[in-house]
């Protein structure tokens, strides 16, 4: 598995960006996807994850309604819609997986990460 996320970007507060995670070994299909976020001086922290089938989905309470995780297992990429954008969603966003389908929460249970997509939001 070797992951590319893509996507980021600047946005001002209220608004939409849409990241991807894509993986060039084209293993991703039935493994469990999620996405962590960083800032400076913090640990990574869940955003979402999503099951090896897509059926599941997980969200942190700071995003749920406004984030959105889907995957595309024909295109072995993973996508997270971001709408209703706020400051304190800016970070580097960083997109993970492990070896089985369930979406588990905490950084220690994915095994592949990708290389990290800042996102900003400006108030």
């Known amino acids: 598995v070797q992951l590319q996320a893509s996507g980021g970007g600047l946005a001002q507060a209220g608004g939409s960006l849409r990241l991807s995670c894509a993986d060039s070994?084209?293993?991703?299909?039935?493994?469990?996807v999620a996405w962590f976020r960083r800032t400076p001086g913090k640990e990574r922290e869940f955003v979402t994850a999503?099951?090896?089938?897509?059926?599941?989905?997980y969200y942190a309470d700071s995003v749920k309604g406004r984030f959105t995780i889907s995957r595309d297992n024909a295109k072995s990429t993973v996508y997270l819609q971001m709408n209703s954008l706020k400051p304190e969603d800016t970070a580097v966003y960083y997109c993970?997986?492990?070896?089985?389908?369930?979406?588990?929460?905490?950084?220690?249970?994915?095994?592949?990460w990708g290389q990290g997509t800042q996102v900003t939001v400006s108030s």
């Open positions: 999503i099951s090896g089938s897509g059926s599941s989905t």
């Open positions: 993970a997986a492990r070896s089985g389908r369930y979406p588990y929460t905490r950084v220690r249970d994915y095994d592949y």
């Open positions: 070994g084209r293993t991703l299909s039935g493994s469990a």
